[in-house]
Each structure stands twice: as structure tokens, then as C-alpha cells.
């Protein structure tokens, strides 16, 4: 029952992972209205425009032949391919037409390129497609984008290679390109021996193993592209269980991922072998893999190279007008220099280009871009920005001058609700909410008084404590305008799944990649959650980035010297003055109850308080209804000086006026709250 529901989401994806450079983009829901998106890959140099001295006068290029065939495997399993070449050799390619081969993204088929194998083959070239092992009417089973993938690619060059005299291609001249699973097979096969003469390679990591489970996260697509029905992937024995050692909560299944999903699909180890030229594309915004992989790869690839991050259309990341006129001359010049021979000067201009996203908000709800590029990367002049986590929901340069004080993220999930059962619900509805509620709490900076630019890694440093096994912190990195409009940016994540219970710890976390111009005039948002909901990617839908810990937990964030955020920005740190919204949080030196938090609230709130320096005793914190009757008691223990944090789910409650009174030694106070459904 369940692969039968997520298949409609599936297909829907496997669409997506397919296209590196697309055309009309529009948002869905997965689950009501999969259908198949129209995209068009960029074409590229026409031969015959630039070769062909009767090309003016022609009123059509030469027709296209196609031919289907099925190649046999090292171990038997017979791959099925086509071939499209013109019919007719051209006199100004006297070693034969170049070849191009296309590698399709994970869950697809050949089929999905042929269209634009026509297209590109029309234009002077002999084109190949096929599908890869498990997928499409290729037989073997999948396992899912290894090197045993890469070994099918290498075997099926061999034969492109041999086949010169059928097709009237060279066979010294051969680029491969893809997106996603078609980007990361040549990049594998070329570090393992294959030769080609040049590689476009996107939305591909060669550490995109890691990737999928990153910071001991499992991200949703890592379950998704792991869980087709056999009609989309046929998957190896070891690849089927993985769908259920997501969905576990045990360690020992944890430790099965962690182990296996890097294996053999990683290949970072090996990109120094690559001799093969690569020009290599991933989004910023990508809801696989960390663009981090491939800037990881930069000191090791010694082949000439390439390197776009920013918008690259496919995974879930925004698009751009801008960038895709700018996409078309970046290919095209690739193709000039490799397989034509035209020298551009390609390998002595700036290596990296890269686009910031930043405002003003498109009409569509994007982000805009920015275009740049450096002769290093990272640019030259970048500087880790660290931002510390303070009292009243504060984002400062400076430390909280108390260590003991903490927020704290709350798991409350109701007996029996599992994961699973989540994903299927696709984490909304009165199912869902009944059973998993989301917590989280906004740190704001001071106001920016010049513009920020972050590219790069951001980092954590956290300092906590749980009490439980495996606990989970997802960082959200807004930016929040002058009008107090808030959007998302970029994420730090992380889940201990070996965390001692009962123990403060700290840890230093990677974030996604990214480059973005935080505004003058701007804030920059953290809000720290135990679900990383995108609700500006129509790609994830309610889905979250990465799969939440299910099961009930009580998660503390201390705001001490350890807990921090690093933003590498070029430049100095920015200048920044403080809000105009009350004075910021200092060392408690007496009791203070806050007010709830929100208020009116429906039907969660957190209330706070301050126990001043050289305070210890016995702390109570109660709920009372309108005629005074004790309704719930939410503290009633030993507590030393700091600030704390309460929670309260009223959902059992009708809506009114309730108060809540705290009690510490001679102290108590008393404050009115309103509670509305």
C-alpha cells in the first residue's frame, strides 16, 4: 500500500532528476497531480552553421536516422539503446561527425531524451541514449548510481567507440553529458579509466552518498529515489532494505545506512585519476546533494575543468532567466574548445562562476540572481562572519554572559505515530498534527547597515543536551527585509544518533552550500526546528529537507560560547546596529517572568523566566482557568540561576483567558494568557 501511494510522487521526481538545463517549471502537488512536466534541453553548436558552406542555402539539414539496440553486459544483462545519426556524412568533417552521448537521470528511460537526441543529431552530430541497468527495458537490477553503473557507462564507450564506421562518427571525439544520475556516471567512470574527450556534468557530487544522509540526516529524496515501484527501478537485494532502515529507529539500522550508502557511490577518493575535462554544474538550492561535494573535489581534480554553482534548473532549486541566456554560451563554448577545436581562450578566463541568489523577490516568488565569477574558490577575501545565539531571541557578535541558560525544541509525538506513517500523510493534516507537532524558536540579528555576501559553507557550533538516543537540529537561515518579509535561504542540519542521554555535548556542523547577498537594511533569521519544512520549494511540497526523528524528546540548545553560527562573507563582517524593539538580554540580576509566547496562541505557547545570579531552590510553574482551578503544571523542580523555557500544548483546552503563575523560593508572579481555536 505504501509504494503504491508514493509511486505518483515518484514519478513526478524522476522527472526533475532528468533535466539539467529546463524550461517551464510549474509547482504540484506530488501526490494529486503527478504528470509529466514539459522540459527542453539546450541545444547545442550546430555543425552544420558552422562547417557546412552550403548551409545558407539549405532549406533542411540532412534527416536523421535512428536505430534501437540492445548491447550485452559483462555479466549478461543486456542494456537497451538507440542511436540517431545523420544520413549523409558532411565533406568539412573528414574524420566524421562527433559524438554526444546522453545519460538519463535515476527512475527514467531513454525514451525521456529522444526527442532532443533528434533534435541534437539534426544538428551534425551522431547521438546515444540508453537506459541504465534496472531502469527502463534495460535488464540487471539498480544499484542505485555505483560504480557498478559507472562500469556499464565505460563498457557502453567501448562500443560507441567501435561502432564509427555504421554511424560515420569520429571516435576520438565523444562528450558525455547529464544531470543528476547522468552527470554523476561519467564523473564516476572517468575517474575510474574511461576516456572521452570531455564531460558536462550536473547536479552531481562525487561524495553524493554522504550527501543523501549527511550530518546523520536522511534526506526525504534519499527515501524517495530508494523507494520506486519495479516498473520506474528493479533495485539490487541490498538496495530494497534500505526504505526500511530509514523508517527504523534502531541504531543498528543507522548504522547499516551509514555504512552502505557511501559504499562504492562515493568517489572522491578516486577523482585525481580523472583525466578527462569536466565542467561540472550544481544549484545551490538542491534538494539531493550538497554542492559541497564538488567544492570538496576542487583541490583534487587535476583535469581542466570547470566549475557553475547557483541556478541550475532540476533537484528543486529556482530557476533563472538571466542565467540560462548566460547556461546556452557556457555549453557552447565547452563544445567549440573540446570538440571543435575553436580556440576561446576557455582554460585561461575565470574557472568558477557562480550566482548569488538575493532581492528583490521575483514575481514567481524567487529569489533573483546574481552572476560572478573569481580565478579561486573560494573568492579571494572571505572571512568566517560568527554570529552568536543570546537571550530575547538575539543573533550578536558577542557572547551570553551566562552559560547555564538554554532554549530548548520539543518532540512531542503520540504513541504509535511513526515515521512512516508521516511520509504518508506527507507530513500535514489533522492525522499528522495529532500525532507529531512542530517546535521552534527565532533568533533575529541587529538590523545590517551594508550589504553581506555569503558564499561558501556556513558551520555550527552547538552546545546541547537531550534525553534521549537520537536528537534531531535543523537551522533555517533566513533573510527578513526591511518590511519585516522573511525568506528561506539555506540549512544547517543535524541528528545524533548516538547521543548520550542526559549529557551536554557540542558538536560542529556543515551546512548546504551557498551564495546569497543578505541587503542592507535586512536582518538574518535562525529558527531552530525539529522539522525543516520548505515552504518556498514546491519541489519538497509539506515534505521536509531531511526525515525527522519521531519520538517524543526534550532537546536543549545552551546560549553559551559554544553554540554559534560561522557565515563565510567576503569582506569584513558587516556593520550592524540594534533594533529598535527592546533592550537586548543581559546577565539576570532578578526574577522576571516573560509574557507567552505567542499570544493569543492556538494551541501551543512557551513562556520563559530569568532566575537571578546565586539563586537555587525549588522552581514551580502552573496553569490556572478563570475560576482559579489548578489545569496543568508544567515545572516543579530544583533549579539554579539562567533563563528557562516552558512549553504548554493546550489542545485539550477549550479556548478563554488562563493564567500562569511562577513560584521560585519567596518569589511569584503571575501572568494572563489567551488561548484561541
Given at each position: 500500500?505504501?509504494?503504491?501511494?508514493?509511486?505518483?510522487?515518484?514519478?513526478t521526481?524522476?522527472?526533475f532528476?532528468?533535466?539539467?538545463?529546463?524550461?517551464?517549471?510549474?509547482?504540484?502537488?506530488?501526490?494529486?497531480?503527478?504528470?509529466?512536466?514539459?522540459?527542453?534541453?539546450?541545444?547545442?553548436p550546430?555543425l552544420?552553421?558552422?562547417?557546412?558552406?552550403?548551409?545558407?542555402?539549405?532549406?533542411?539539414?540532412?534527416?536523421?536516422?535512428?536505430?534501437?539496440?540492445?548491447l550485452?553486459?559483462r555479466?549478461?544483462?543486456?542494456?537497451?539503446a538507440?542511436?540517431?545519426?545523420?544520413?549523409?556524412?558532411?565533406?568539412?568533417?573528414?574524420?566524421?561527425?562527433?559524438?554526444?552521448?546522453?545519460?538519463h537521470?535515476?527512475?527514467?528511460?531513454?525514451?525521456?531524451?529522444?526527442?532532443?537526441?533528434?533534435?541534437?543529431?539534426?544538428?551534425?552530430?551522431?547521438?546515444?541514449?540508453?537506459?541504465?541497468?534496472?531502469?527502463?527495458?534495460?535488464?540487471?537490477?539498480?544499484n542505485?548510481?555505483?560504480?557498478?553503473?559507472?562500469?556499464?557507462?565505460?563498457e557502453?564507450?567501448?562500443?560507441v567507440?567501435?561502432?564509427?564506421?555504421?554511424?560515420?562518427?569520429?571516435?576520438?571525439?565523444?562528450?558525455?553529458?547529464?544531470?543528476?544520475?547522468?552527470g554523476?556516471?561519467?564523473?564516476?567512470?572517468?575517474?575510474m579509466?574511461?576516456?572521452?574527450?570531455?564531460?558536462?556534468?550536473?547536479?552531481?557530487?562525487?561524495?553524493?552518498?554522504?550527501?543523501?544522509?549527511?550530518?546523520?540526516?536522511?534526506?526525504?529524496?534519499?527515501?524517495?529515489t530508494?523507494?520506486?515501484?519495479?516498473?520506474?527501478?528493479?533495485?539490487?537485494p541490498?538496495?530494497?532494505?534500505?526504505?526500511?532502515?530509514?523508517?527504523?529507529?534502531?541504531?543498528?539500522?543507522?548504522?547499516?545506512?551509514?555504512?552502505?550508502?557511501?559504499?562504492?557511490r562515493?568517489?572522491?577518493?578516486?577523482?585525481?585519476?580523472?583525466?578527462?575535462?569536466?565542467?561540472?554544474?550544481?544549484s545551490?538550492?538542491?534538494?539531493?546533494?550538497?554542492?559541497?561535494?564538488?567544492i570538496?573535489?576542487?583541490?583534487?581534480?587535476?583535469?581542466?575543468?570547470?566549475?557553475?554553482?547557483?541556478?541550475v534548473?532540476?533537484?528543486?532549486?529556482?530557476?533563472s532567466?538571466?542565467?540560462?541566456?548566460?547556461?546556452?554560451?557556457f555549453?557552447?563554448?565547452w563544445?567549440?574548445?573540446?570538440l571543435?577545436?575553436?580556440?576561446?581562450?576557455?582554460?585561461?578566463?575565470p574557472?568558477?562562476?557562480?550566482?548569488?541568489?538575493?532581492?528583490?523577490?521575483?514575481?514567481?516568488?524567487?529569489?533573483?540572481?546574481?552572476?560572478?565569477?573569481?580565478?579561486?574558490?573560494?573568492?579571494?577575501?572571505?572571512?568566517n562572519?560568527?554570529?552568536?545565539?543570546?537571550t530575547?531571541?538575539?543573533?550578536?557578535?558577542?557572547?551570553?554572559?551566562?552559560?547555564?541558560?538554554?532554549v530548548?525544541?520539543?518532540?512531542?509525538?503520540?504513541?504509535?505515530?511513526?515515521?512512516?506513517?508521516?511520509?504518508?500523510?506527507?507530513?500535514?493534516?489533522?492525522t499528522?498534527?495529532?500525532?507529531?507537532?512542530k517546535?521552534?524558536?527565532?533568533?533575529?540579528?541587529?538590523?545590517?547597515?551594508?550589504?553581506?555576501?555569503?558564499?561558501?559553507?556556513?558551520?555550527?557550533?552547538l552546545?546541547?543536551?537531550?534525553?534521549?538516543?537520537?536528537?534531531?537540529?535543523?537551522?533555517?537561515?533566513?533573510?527578513?527585509?526591511?518590511?519585516?518579509?522573511?525568506?528561506?535561504?539555506?540549512?544547517?542540519?543535524?541528528t545524533d544518533?548516538?547521543?548520550?542521554k542526559?549529557?551536554?555535548?557540542?558538536?560542529v556542523?556543515?551546512?548546504n552550500?551557498h551564495?546569497?547577498?543578505?541587503?542592507?537594511?535586512?536582518?538574518?533569521?535562525?529558527?531552530?526546528?525539529?522539522?525543516?519544512?520548505?515552504?518556498?520549494?514546491?519541489?519538497?511540497?509539506?515534505?521536509?529537507f531531511?526525515?525527522?526523528?519521531?519520538?517524543?524528546?526534550?532537546?536543549?540548545?545552551?546560549?553559551?560560547?559554544?553554540?554559534?553560527?560561522?557565515?563565510?562573507?567576503?569582506?569584513?563582517?558587516?556593520?550592524?546596529h540594534?533594533?529598535?524593539?527592546?533592550?537586548?538580554?543581559?546577565?539576570?540580576?532578578?526574577?522576571?517572568?516573560?509574557?507567552?509566547?505567542?499570544?493569543?496562541?492556538?494551541?501551543?505557547?512557551?513562556?520563559?523566566?530569568?532566575?537571578?545570579?546565586?539563586?537555587?531552590?525549588?522552581?514551580?510553574?502552573?496553569?490556572?482557568?478563570?475560576?482559579?482551578k489548578?489545569?496543568?503544571?508544567?515545572?516543579?523542580?530544583?533549579?539554579?540561576t539562567?533563563?528557562y523555557?516552558?512549553r504548554?500544548?493546550?489542545?485539550?483546552?477549550?479556548s478563554?483567558?488562563?493564567?500562569?503563575?511562577?513560584?521560585?523560593?519567596?518569589?511569584s508572579?503571575?501572568?494572563?494568557?489567551i488561548?484561541?481555536?
Amino acid at each position: 500500500m505504501r509504494r503504491g501511494k508514493m509511486n505518483a510522487i515518484l514519478k513526478t521526481i524522476s522527472i526533475f532528476i532528468i533535466i539539467f538545463c529546463v524550461s517551464n517549471i510549474y509547482s504540484q502537488d506530488f501526490v494529486k497531480n503527478s504528470r509529466t512536466e514539459q522540459y527542453r534541453l539546450p541545444q547545442l553548436p550546430n555543425l552544420y552553421k558552422y562547417f557546412d558552406k552550403d548551409y545558407a542555402v539549405r532549406d533542411n539539414p540532412n534527416s536523421v536516422l535512428k536505430q534501437d539496440f540492445f548491447l550485452t553486459l559483462r555479466d549478461n544483462v543486456q542494456m537497451d539503446a538507440s542511436k540517431f545519426y545523420p544520413s549523409e556524412a558532411n565533406p568539412y568533417l573528414p574524420n566524421g561527425y562527433p559524438v554526444v552521448i546522453m545519460v538519463h537521470g535515476y527512475g527514467d528511460r531513454k525514451e525521456t531524451l529522444e526527442n532532443f537526441a533528434l533534435a541534437q543529431a539534426s544538428y551534425g552530430y551522431v547521438v546515444y541514449t540508453y537506459s541504465v541497468r534496472g531502469q527502463g527495458n534495460s535488464g540487471g537490477l539498480s544499484n542505485l548510481i555505483s560504480r557498478t553503473e559507472a562500469q556499464d557507462l565505460i563498457e557502453f564507450v567501448n562500443y560507441v567507440k567501435h561502432d564509427n564506421t555504421a554511424t560515420g562518427s569520429d571516435s576520438s571525439n565523444v562528450l558525455i553529458m547529464g544531470g543528476s544520475q547522468g552527470g554523476t556516471l561519467p564523473y564516476m567512470a572517468a575517474s575510474m579509466g574511461m576516456n572521452v574527450k570531455a564531460i558536462i556534468s550536473a547536479l552531481a557530487s562525487p561524495e553524493f552518498g554522504t550527501s543523501w544522509i549527511e550530518n546523520g540526516c536522511v534526506k526525504m529524496t534519499m527515501l524517495w529515489t530508494s523507494d520506486y515501484t519495479s516498473d520506474t527501478a528493479r533495485y539490487t537485494p541490498l538496495v530494497s532494505r534500505f526504505p526500511a532502515w530509514i523508517y527504523s529507529n534502531a541504531a543498528d539500522k543507522w548504522d547499516s545506512l551509514a555504512y552502505w550508502v557511501p559504499l562504492n557511490r562515493d568517489f572522491k577518493s578516486i577523482i585525481a585519476n580523472n583525466r578527462v575535462p569536466m565542467l561540472l554544474e550544481n544549484s545551490w538550492q538542491d534538494m539531493f546533494f550538497n554542492a559541497l561535494g564538488n567544492i570538496n573535489g576542487i583541490s583534487l581534480l587535476t583535469a581542466p575543468s570547470r566549475y557553475y554553482f547557483g541556478a541550475v534548473t532540476g533537484h528543486g532549486g529556482d530557476t533563472s532567466p538571466t542565467e540560462d541566456t548566460w547556461h546556452m554560451n557556457f555549453f557552447n563554448e565547452w563544445f567549440f574548445y573540446w570538440l571543435f577545436g575553436i580556440e576561446n581562450n576557455i582554460l585561461t578566463r575565470p574557472k568558477y562562476h557562480y550566482a548569488y541568489t538575493s532581492a528583490p523577490i521575483t514575481s514567481s516568488g524567487t529569489w533573483s540572481f546574481v552572476h560572478d565569477s573569481s580565478t579561486v574558490f573560494p573568492p579571494a577575501g572571505v572571512n568566517n562572519f560568527r554570529l552568536y545565539f543570546n537571550t530575547n531571541k538575539k543573533l550578536k557578535k558577542t557572547v551570553n554572559p551566562l552559560q547555564t541558560q538554554y532554549v530548548t525544541i520539543t518532540n512531542t509525538v503520540k504513541s504509535g505515530y511513526t515515521l512512516e506513517k508521516a511520509v504518508m500523510d506527507e507530513f500535514k493534516g489533522s492525522t499528522f498534527k495529532a500525532g507529531f507537532k512542530k517546535d521552534s524558536t527565532v533568533f533575529d540579528s541587529d538590523i545590517l547597515t551594508s550589504d553581506a555576501k555569503l558564499i561558501g559553507t556556513p558551520s555550527l557550533k552547538l552546545d546541547y543536551y537531550s534525553n534521549v538516543n537520537a536528537c534531531q537540529y535543523n537551522f533555517q537561515i533566513f533573510e527578513v527585509n526591511s518590511a519585516g518579509v522573511s525568506k528561506f535561504v539555506t540549512s544547517i542540519n543535524y541528528t545524533d544518533r548516538k547521543n548520550v542521554k542526559n549529557t551536554r555535548r557540542q558538536k560542529v556542523i556543515t551546512g548546504n552550500s551557498h551564495a546569497h547577498i543578505f541587503k542592507a537594511g535586512s536582518k538574518i533569521r535562525i529558527i531552530l526546528t525539529n522539522l525543516d519544512q520548505r515552504w518556498n520549494y514546491p519541489f519538497l511540497g509539506t515534505n521536509p529537507f531531511v526525515l525527522p526523528v519521531v519520538a517524543s524528546a526534550s532537546n536543549r540548545m545552551y546560549l553559551s560560547s559554544n553554540s554559534y553560527i560561522d557565515m563565510p562573507i567576503i569582506g569584513t563582517s558587516p556593520l550592524m546596529h540594534p533594533m529598535l524593539s527592546g533592550p537586548e538580554g543581559t546577565e539576570p540580576t532578578v526574577f522576571a517572568l516573560s509574557q507567552n509566547y505567542p499570544n493569543p496562541f492556538n494551541p501551543v505557547t512557551k513562556i520563559s523566566f530569568n532566575l537571578p545570579k546565586d539563586f537555587s531552590g525549588n522552581v514551580t510553574l502552573k496553569i490556572f482557568d478563570m475560576t482559579g482551578k489548578e489545569v496543568a503544571q508544567l515545572m516543579n523542580e530544583s533549579l539554579t540561576t539562567g533563563l528557562y523555557e516552558a512549553r504548554w500544548d493546550a489542545s485539550k483546552f477549550s479556548s478563554g483567558i488562563y493564567f500562569y503563575k511562577l513560584t521560585a523560593g519567596s518569589f511569584s508572579d503571575v501572568k494572563k494568557m489567551i488561548l484561541v481555536k
